[in-house]
């Protein structure tokens, strides 16, 4: 792509920039890759190419064709991936073929300024470009946009290169070379049109007589044509009889061919000659073109380009354009004529994915900045010259003229790339990164997991609907669904009438309209089944339940199943015996006793342990987001089905998985009247969890640590223990061991906050599951899961403390870090915790009453309690003020009971320490200074069953370690016993 006359060692040079410019920018785009299937556009495109199937108009035939020979010679990861792999190389290779176009418009504007530094600058404006952000975010998802701007940037070049090399043989060449692929990208992405009315007028400038000859008009004028037979593929593709055959009498009641319902052919071809037509031309979009709202339509483009650039990137690239347009104004007509009229046509052009059809724009800003940076070190360097004086001697290579124009080369271009490309990539690779991002995929996984008739048909718009399509085509799961887009009314109400099952997958977006009055509505884990009008589903759970939540909904049982890839679920009884890591797939059955709003509650399945912890849980919408109105009717069914994932790790024995439901805005739990446990939930079945053995999945810590103590144990890894929190923080530190060679003792686990310089400003120690599961019960080859946690000290400076873990025996023996080359110590480092200064106050604030009796050295100032009577189930919603008289050397734990006068017995509890309930243990006690004012809001629950009369509220203080609780005394010095008396209230039915 350079001079033929250059030597090769110059060709060289700028290969190897290109390839450096390539290897830079795949490495921005490789971590923030999205690692498996999309949705809408993004979705259809990962599969479309690997079956030769035909998308929406146009059709991207060359897209399609250039995607079946990727996914199917590459032979790396899954197809989605491998689709997303495409997009990231057209944009790396975008950003290295820029570099040839920057660096050539830099000779044929700048050439006073040294080759070296046209490089250097071409190479900034081509990286700045790369590492734009809407080009990355397009770089990590298949799309047909990366590509698009591939063909954008070669054609500019092939034009320059002919401006500056007009030459007989040579210049023919370059124009067929232009010729064929301007032909080429037309069978791609069709904004290319665009750009025609700016190549003609610039070849007309150029040199028009001579490009208008007949003799050598029609061999490019045919060359550029000839790419375009490519659209053949859409009608011999699409057409019987091969994809779009009219398949059975029953199938035509969705308006759909085979192919279309199974998302190979779009749901917009029609094989006429006019539906073809539309299809290539994309005519069924002209609706989308209008001029409204010019305004703020600009406004929208203005805020596009600061995102990729900063305004220091703008300044600079308008900069450049005024540079171009009095040196090479030709070349500026090129630019600039093909920039104006794709952002005209954007401005008219509303479609939501308007933001990506700016990218060649920002190609030419790109280049523009190039030239504006040429240009500054050109003036530069001209001043230099100026102030060295007029008889100053040519530069040579070691003189001070020269070392003056190099530093001021470095300056100009250090500030551009601080100021551009370094702040693009800290502004994106977070932002813009989708190696997390799996929903689409996960989704449609589970949904056709569920026990869905055959030949039902999920109706949704297409969009939703091509992760769907990918699964069937690519994976092969569920082929005998169908995907009905759009969703028709009639359509929906064509096939139920038919005898067929038939759900609502996605949003109705206004097709649905009405529906209610036409059919019943079943909400079914994240689908909706439409039944005929009056019918109710016939259900028989496996667990039958009868409870009352609220009065608002009635549990009426579940299904329960194991699932796991790998090692299968062992029958145990009636039931399951579930290895660490599998699934439990549920099905719960819920009965609205009202009209319910469609997103008013969350269901959520806990898994307890024996003391009730939870090890595990999993949340859904009680009514399926694709309800087609706000409210549910009392009468309605509602299926609300998920998995909850056993970790790896968990400890072997019987858990209890219960299920509560509470509100989607403020967590209120919905009480249960009738059928509850004594947690407030509702129990299921209980199940056995095995213990976790063989190898461990990828993903069963979030991070690995791998570090071998003494021989007998591993910690594989941790997850939490690191972050910012506050003086006197809980922080969750989760830790997993393997057992290795255990000897049968009981090993406890220790851990310290490190402070610099290695002094140890904390620690503390546990036996693992606080003593349900000791070492000594560990096997060899057994996985342990132990979640825990650790405490900030109160008064821990501010600062960075590193997080040490390891293991010691009943003797204070520690196991050492074994394996390593070099002394590793007797504990391994994990995460760094920052430590943040705790907010105190010491004003006594205002409050309802105030009591003055004291705790050990802390007095109860007073409390709030803005009601005098509660509903059983109900909660107390209790404030209180406490305040220090004397350092504290223990933590404390806050008890409140709420306890009925006439028996002495206690109908509601919290037990929580200082820093406000539920969470707690904020303001642990050991951190409070003298004279400090803390406060504690709670909202203590008060038993379902609770019986009517009158209630006292009791608060005390204990030393969770010991269950010691701290003597109270009245204001007067009276003693209460171990808590305090500090308000009465009312229970009425």
Same mark, same amino acid.
């Given at each position: 792509m350079f001079n033929y006359g250059e030597n090769i060692m110059t060709r060289k040079t700028d290969f190897l920039i290109m390839l450096a410019l390539f290897l830079l920018a795949l490495a921005a785009y490789l971590p923030s890759l999205a690692p498996g299937v999309l949705d809408n556009d993004f979705g259809l495109f990962q599969y479309v190419g690997y079956v030769l199937g035909v998308t929406y108009p146009t059709g991207y035939p060359l897209y399609t064709l250039l995607g079946w020979a990727w996914t199917h010679v590459l032979p790396l990861g899954t197809v989605a991936w491998r689709m997303n792999l495409f997009s990231a190389g057209c944009a790396a290779l975008t950003t290295a073929l820029t570099y040839p176009l920057a660096a050539l418009v830099l000779e044929l504007v700048t050439p006073s300024v040294s080759a070296g530094w046209r490089r250097a600058f071409a190479a900034a404006g081509a990286l700045a470009f790369g590492l734009s952000a809407t080009l990355w975010s397009l770089a990590v998802i298949a799309s047909v946009n990366p590509l698009n701007a591939l063909f954008v940037t070669v054609t500019l070049y092939l034009?320059?290169?002919?401006?500056?090399?007009?030459?007989?043989?040579?210049?023919?060449?370059? +124009?067929?070379?232009?010729?064929?692929?301007?032909?080429?990208?037309?069978?791609?992405?069709?904004?290319?049109?665009?750009?025609?009315?700016?190549?003609?007028?610039?070849?007309?400038? %150029?040199?028009?007589?001579?490009?208008?000859?007949?003799?050598?008009?029609?061999?490019?004028?045919?060359?550029?044509?000839?790419?375009?037979?490519?659209?053949?593929?859409?009608?011999?593709? $699409?057409?019987?009889?091969?994809?779009?055959?009219?398949?059975?009498?029953? +199938?035509?009641? +969705?308006?759909?061919?085979?192919?279309?319902?199974?998302?190979?052919?779009?749901?917009?071809?029609?094989?006429?000659?006019?539906?073809?037509?539309?299809?290539?031309?994309?005519?069924?979009?002209?609706?989308?073109?209008?001029?409204?709202?010019?305004?703020?339509?600009?406004?929208?483009?203005?805020s596009f380009s600061l995102e990729q650039f900063g305004w220091e990137g703008v300044v600079l690239g308008l900069l450049g354009a005024l540079v171009l347009l009095r040196r090479r104004w030709r070349l500026f007509v090129l630019f600039a004529a093909g920039y104006a009229s794709l952002v005209a046509f954007n401005l008219v052009y509303w479609n939501i994915a308007i933001v990506w059809y700016f990218v060649p724009c920002y190609l030419v800003v790109a280049v523009c900045l190039a030239v504006a940076l040429s240009w500054i070190v050109e003036k530069g360097q001209r001043a230099i010259q100026v102030l060295a004086g007029p008889h100053a001697a040519p530069p040579a290579p070691e003189d001070r003229l020269r070392r003056a124009w190099r530093v001021w080369g470095i300056l100009v271009l250090a500030v551009f790339l601080v100021f551009v490309p370094l702040t693009q990539w800290a502004n994106n690779h977070e932002r813009l990164s989708k190696h997390e991002f799996t929903a689409p995929g996960d989704t449609w996984r589970e949904v056709l997991a569920y026990p869905l008739e055959e030949g039902a048909a999920l109706a949704a718009h297409w969009g939703d609907l091509t992760p769907f399509w990918y699964l069937q085509n690519v994976d092969g799961l569920r082929t005998d669904l169908l995907g009905l887009s759009p969703p028709r009314k009639r359509h929906v109400l064509a096939w139920r009438d038919?005898?067929?099952?038939?759900?609502?997958?996605?949003?109705?977006?206004?097709?649905?309209?009405?529906?209610?009055?036409?059919?019943?509505?079943? =909400?079914?884990?994240?689908? %909706? /089944?439409?039944l005929p009008l009056g019918e109710t589903p016939d259900l028989a759970p496996s667990q039958a339940h009868e409870a009352n939540l609220g009065d608002t909904l009635a549990f009426l049982g579940a299904d329960v199943r194991c699932q796991t890839p790998d090692t299968g679920c062992a029958l145990l009884g009636a039931g399951f015996r579930y290895p660490g890591g599998s699934d439990v797939v549920y099905t719960l059955y819920f009965r609205a006793e009202a009209d319910v709003p469609a997103d008013g509650w969350l269901v959520a399945l806990r898994l307890l342990d024996d003391q009730g912890r939870v090890v595990a849980q999993d949340e859904r919408r009680l009514v399926s987001a694709w309800y087609p109105v706000p409210t549910m009717p009392a009468g309605t069914l509602a299926l609300v089905m998920g998995q909850l994932t056993i970790p790896w790790g968990t400890t072997p024995g019987a858990y209890?998985?219960?299920?509560?439901?509470?509100? $989607?805005?403020? &967590?209120?739990?919905?009480?249960?009247?009738? &059928?509850?446990?004594?947690?407030?939930?509702?129990?299921?079945?209980?199940?056995?969890?095995?213990?976790?053995?063989?190898?461990?999945?990828?993903?069963?810590?979030?991070?690995?640590?791998?570090?071998?103590?003494?021989?007998?144990?591993?910690?594989?890894?941790?997850?939490? &223990?690191?972050?910012?929190?506050?003086?006197?923080?809980?922080?969750?530190?989760?830790?997993?061991?393997?057992?290795?060679?255990?000897?049968?003792?009981?090993?406890?686990?220790?851990?310290?906050?490190?402070?610099?310089?290695?002094?140890?400003?904390?620690?503390?120690?546990?036996?693992?599951? *606080?003593?349900?599961?000791?070492?000594?019960?560990?096997?060899?080859?057994?996985?342990?899961?132990? =979640?825990?946690?650790?405490?900030?000290?109160?008064?821990?400076?501010?600062?960075?403390?590193?997080?040490?873990?390891?293991?010691?025996?009943? *003797? /204070?023996?520690?196991?050492?870090? @074994? &394996?390593?080359?070099?002394?590793?110590?007797?504990?391994?480092?994990?995460?760094?915790?920052?430590?943040?200064?705790?907010?105190?106050?010491?004003?006594?604030?205002?409050?309802?009453?105030?009591?003055?009796?004291?705790?050990?050295?802390?007095?109860?100032?007073?409390?709030?309690?803005?009601?005098? /009577?509660?509903?059983?189930?109900?909660?107390?919603?209790?404030?209180?003020?406490?305040?220090?008289?004397?350092?504290?050397?223990?933590?404390?734990?806050?008890?409140?009971?709420?306890?009925?006068?006439?028996?002495?017995?206690?109908?509601?509890?919290?037990? %929580?320490? =200082?820093?406000?309930?539920?969470?707690?243990?904020?303001?642990?006690?050991?951190?409070?200074?003298?004279?400090?004012?803390?406060?504690?809001?709670?909202?203590?629950?008060? /038993?379902?069953?609770?019986?009517?009369?009158?209630?006292?509220?009791?608060?005390?203080?204990?030393?969770?370690?010991?269950? @010691?609780?701290?003597? $109270?005394?009245?204001?007067?010095?009276?003693?209460?016993? *171990?808590?305090?008396?500090?308000?009465?209230?009312?229970?009425?039915?």
């Open positions: 034009l320059a290169r002919w401006f500056r090399d007009r030459d007989g043989d040579r210049d023919e060449r370059v +124009l067929l070379a232009f010729a064929f692929t301007y032909g080429l990208s037309l069978t791609h992405h069709q904004t290319m049109l665009l750009f025609g009315p700016a190549f003609v007028l610039f070849i007309l400038l %150029v040199d028009g007589r001579a490009f208008f000859r007949p003799r050598r008009i029609l061999p490019r004028l045919l060359i550029s044509l000839l790419p375009l037979l490519l659209y053949l593929y859409v009608p011999l593709r $699409a057409g019987p009889p091969t994809l779009a055959g009219q398949g059975t009498e029953e +199938l035509r009641l +969705l308006d759909q061919t085979p192919a279309a319902l199974h998302g190979v052919v779009s749901p917009f071809y029609r094989h006429t000659p006019e539906g073809v037509l539309r299809q290539i031309t994309g005519l069924g979009f002209a609706q989308d073109v209008r001029a409204e709202s010019l305004e703020s339509r600009l406004a929208m483009y203005a038919a005898g067929h099952a038939v759900y609502l997958a996605g949003p109705h977006l206004g097709w649905l309209d009405g529906i209610e009055d036409e059919a019943a509505l079943v =909400p079914w884990g994240n689908l %909706v /089944k439409v209890r998985p219960q299920v509560v439901v509470y509100a $989607a805005e403020g &967590g209120a739990l919905l009480p249960v009247l009738t &059928g509850g446990d004594a947690l407030g939930g509702l129990a299921l079945e209980p199940i056995t969890v095995m213990s976790s053995t063989g190898d461990a999945p990828a993903d069963s810590i979030a991070r690995p640590v791998g570090a071998n103590l003494g021989g007998r144990f591993v910690l594989a890894g941790y997850d939490g &223990g690191e972050g910012t929190f506050q003086q006197g923080a809980t922080v969750p530190l989760t830790t997993l061991w393997h057992a290795v060679a255990p000897d049968g003792r009981a090993y406890r686990i220790f851990w310290q906050l490190e402070a610099p310089g290695g002094l140890i400003a904390a620690e503390g120690e546990a036996e693992p599951l *606080d003593g349900d599961y000791p070492t000594a019960a560990w096997q060899p080859g057994q996985w342990v899961r132990n =979640p825990g946690a650790l405490r900030v000290p109160g008064d821990a400076p501010p600062g960075d403390y590193r997080v040490l873990v390891g293991l010691r025996d009943a *003797d /204070k023996v520690r196991l050492p870090v @074994v &394996g390593t080359l070099l002394p590793a110590g007797d504990a391994v480092a994990l995460g760094t915790l920052h430590v943040t200064e705790r907010p105190r106050t010491f004003d006594i604030p205002a409050m309802s009453h105030q009591t003055g009796a004291r705790l050990g050295g802390v007095r109860l100032l007073g409390y709030d309690l803005p009601t005098d /009577k509660v509903s059983p189930g109900g909660a107390a919603p209790l404030t209180l003020y406490w305040q220090c008289l004397a350092p504290l050397d223990a933590n404390y734990t806050i008890f409140v009971h709420l306890v009925e006068d006439a028996t002495g017995e206690i109908r509601g509890q919290v037990d %929580v320490e =200082p820093g406000g309930a539920p969470g707690g243990g904020a303001v642990p006690t050991s951190g409070w200074a003298v004279g400090e004012v803390v406060t504690d809001a709670f909202q203590v629950p008060l /038993k379902p069953g609770a019986p009517a009369g009158a209630y006292t509220i009791y608060v005390g203080l204990y030393d969770a370690t010991t269950d @010691v609780r701290l003597p $109270a005394v009245d204001a007067t010095g009276q003693s209460l016993g *171990d808590r305090v008396p500090v308000a009465r209230f009312i229970v009425a039915h």
